[in-house]
């Protein structure tokens, strides 16, 4: 059973945008640093955004800096991935992790817990 919950995926056209969210099962969002992954067909999942406990400190792979956000709310104990200029080769199938501690690790072996992941196509 996954541990968080992801939301938010869905069909877009290139250049648009979508929002992920992810809430965490049983746990504390301000305990935990955050990360999203992604996994296209047929090839390694990948670190695509990461949030320390204070959602100041946020992270990026190369490719999506500038287009993607990551951002937390503890109150409401949700993540969110603001993606904008989407491009085709964002599809993937796109899962939220969740790490104890201060340490934000681009390394999916180092998240103890899941989602179960949230598809989003994006069409030329």
């Known amino acids: 059973q996954a541990q968080l919950e992801e939301s938010g995926g869905g069909l877009v056209q290139a250049g648009g945008s979508l929002r992920l969210s992810c809430v965490p099962s049983?746990?504390?969002?301000?305990?935990?640093?955050m990360g999203w992954f992604r996994q296209a067909p047929g090839k390694e999942r990948k670190f695509v955004a990461g949030?320390?406990?204070?959602?100041?400190?946020?992270y990026y792979a190369d490719s999506v800096k500038g287009r993607f956000t990551i951002s937390r709310d503890n109150a409401k104990n949700t993540v969110y991935l603001q993606m904008n200029s989407l491009k085709p080769e964002d599809s993937a199938v796109y899962s939220c992790a969740a790490r104890r501690g201060l340490i934000l690790s681009v390394n999916e072996k180092d998240y103890d817990a899941w989602g179960q992941g949230t598809q989003v196509t994006v069409s030329s």
């Open positions: 949030s320390f406990r204070s959602s100041n400190n946020t």
């Open positions: 049983g746990r504390t969002l301000s305990d935990h640093v």
